[in-house]
């Protein structure tokens, strides 16, 4: 146990850095895109990069188009949730 408390900076810092780590050194691969709190257009869903991850999975693009139009039609309407 440390002698003194870790701060939740400290400890959010120490989660980012095994989320963005390489597989190789223990991490999850994840690439990290910055704050986009305060970003124009800022939504739950990012079209675009999840675009780029499921075309370079190796899914057709008529796949992909399929799937963010459901995903995107399902998150708008405010009586169903994505959970």
Do not use: F
């Amino acid at each position: 146990m440390p002698a003194q408390p870790r701060s939740e900076r400290s400890t959010h810092n120490r989660v980012l850095e095994l989320l963005a780590a390489s597989t190789s050194s223990g991490g999850l691969g994840y690439r990290r895109l910055g704050d986009w709190a305060k970003r124009d257009n800022n939504r739950c869903i990012e079209s675009e990069v999840l675009k780029a991850n499921l075309v370079a999975r190796g899914y057709s693009e008529a796949h992909v188009s399929a799937a963010l139009q459901k995903l995107l039609a399902a998150s708008d309407t405010t009586e169903v949730t994505l959970y």
